[in-house]
């Protein structure tokens, strides 16, 4: 079975810093798809980024990158220039290529950007 | 921008009682997904739902829960007899016939037992 984890529980930067959150899964499967979700205190899913596994080049969005390192199996997420509104709970999720392509979450990390 | 959609947003109920959680997927997606979140906790997956059948469920999703799509744009999922373990925020998502399409989760509906 997949598993993910995200060992880092809480974070907290400066506004406009830079801060990286990391993650690792292991699975058994080649192709497969990594995911990053916000929660806010509305506790919404909000996708922020995804990865095709099977794709070498890091997925961006905006101020979003990830570090995909594939042998590794470690999916790490950089916000650039971080915003108040970054503020929420991050959690990394793994989906298979096959069957019923659920998705498996981390633990979350919880970000707060102070002023 | 298409939404998913859950009602209602917050359900309070006595242990024992049946309850039954809405949602409204994307109306051109046809993969349909259950998951719970205990305050807390991590977001985990309960079942699946594709082609009007459950695709895959997890060890949580046990008999007291049952999952339906009475017509073409309803998803819900029924517990039967709730538990005080019940209380947890529940999430529907959705997504198309796309390998690793992005699933798109709806704002979610608050469960208290009671």
């Known amino acids: 079975a997949q598993t993910v984890t995200q060992s880092q529980p809480e974070m907290s930067v400066q506004e406009a810093e830079t801060v990286t959150l990391s993650c690792t899964y292991d699975?058994?499967?080649?192709?497969?798809?990594l995911f990053w979700y916000k929660q806010p205190p509305s506790r919404q899913m909000i996708l922020v980024i995804r990865?095709?596994?099977?794709?070498?080049q890091n997925a961006t969005e905006n101020r979003f990158s990830v570090n995909f390192q594939k042998a590794a199996k470690s999916f790490s997420l950089k916000i650039s220039d971080s915003q108040l509104g970054d503020t929420a709970m991050y959690f990394c999720?793994?989906?298979?290529?096959?069957?019923?392509?659920?998705?498996?979450f981390g633990q979350g990390t919880r970000l707060t950007i102070n002023p | 921008e298409p939404e998913v959609t859950q009602t209602p947003s917050h359900q309070v109920t006595q242990m024992g009682q049946e309850v039954i959680l809405r949602c409204v997927p994307i109306?051109?997606?046809?993969?349909f997904y259950w998951y719970r979140q205990i305050l807390g906790q991590k977001v985990e997956f309960l079942v699946s739902?594709?082609?009007?059948?459950?695709?895959?469920k997890s060890e949580i999703f046990d008999d007291q829960f049952s999952v339906e799509r009475p017509d073409g744009s309803n998803f819900t999922l029924k517990i039967r007899s709730t538990k005080l373990e019940d209380s947890a925020m529940y999430f529907c998502?959705?997504?198309?016939?796309?390998?690793?399409?992005?699933?798109?989760f709806g704002p979610g509906t608050r469960l208290t037992v009671l």
């Open positions: 999720a793994f989906m298979g290529s096959q069957g019923a392509q659920k998705l498996v």
């Open positions: 739902f594709y082609n009007n059948e459950i695709s895959e």
């Open positions: 109306s051109n997606h046809l993969y």
């Open positions: 990865q095709e596994a099977y794709k070498q």
């Open positions: 998502a959705s997504h198309t016939t796309s390998a690793g399409d992005t699933q798109y």
């Open positions: 699975t058994s499967e080649s192709n497969y798809y």
